[in-house]
């Protein structure tokens, strides 16, 4: 649950989601600017069968952390950061959010809500059951595959014959 900047909306999503998991009795852990030797944290997070819930400030370092054991990333931000966002499809984890992006794509590995009211669905989406979240990760991997150096150097040539030869690609 990155933030960058505070805001009425932000804050007010992130009441509403701490309602709906505490209806759902999955309590959040709080990891914000917190130091990776935390016994009490570390334990539960051992755990792996305790839901755990945890929300992250825009530090690169927490979130590589959180993402290591994230089955889910809710971003509010009107604008979502580029590195949450390839790291999260790095570690093949679905992302619900606010914004539209070239990188998440509602309902592949992500899930697009356009009010605070639509998170409990966006939730279930991806919680209740492997189904959708196991199609989330095989389009994360799609998409990191198609980032990698042989691909981009293709469309790279791709791009250069079309400019070159007036043809669109």
């Known amino acids: 649950f990155p933030t960058r900047r505070s805001s009425d909306l932000k804050e007010a999503l992130r009441e509403y989601l701490l309602s709906v998991l505490e209806k759902a009795g999955t309590p959040p852990i709080p990891v914000e600017k917190q130091s ?9 997070l051992g755990d792996k069968e305790k839901p755990r819930v945890l929300f992250v400030g825009c530090d690169e370092e927490a979130i590589s952390q959180a993402l290591s054991d994230a089955r889910l990333v809710v971003d509010v931000t009107e604008h ?6 390839i790291a999260a499809i790095s570690a093949g984890v679905p992302q619900v ?6 990188y998440v794509e509602d309902r592949k590995n992500g899930y697009v809500i356009s009010s605070a009211e639509e998170l409990p669905g966006a939730l279930a989406y991806f919680l209740d059951g ?26 790279w040539s791709d791009a250069l014959d079309a400019a070159r030869f007036g043809r669109d690609q």
Do not use: C, M
């Not at 990776?36 to 539960?44: I, K, Q």
């Not at 959010?97 to 070239?102: C, K, L, V």
């Not at 095989?138 to 150096?149: C, G, H, N, Q, R």
């Open 36 to 44: 990776s030797g935390s016994a009490e944290n570390e334990d539960y």
């Open 80 to 85: 979502p950061g580029l590195y949450l966002q």
């Open 97 to 102: 959010g606010f914004a539209h992006s070239r």
């Open 130 to 155: 492997l189904s959708n979240w196991n199609r989330a990760l095989v389009y994360s991997l799609e998409k990191i595959a198609a980032y990698t150096d042989g691909r981009i150097a293709q469309r």
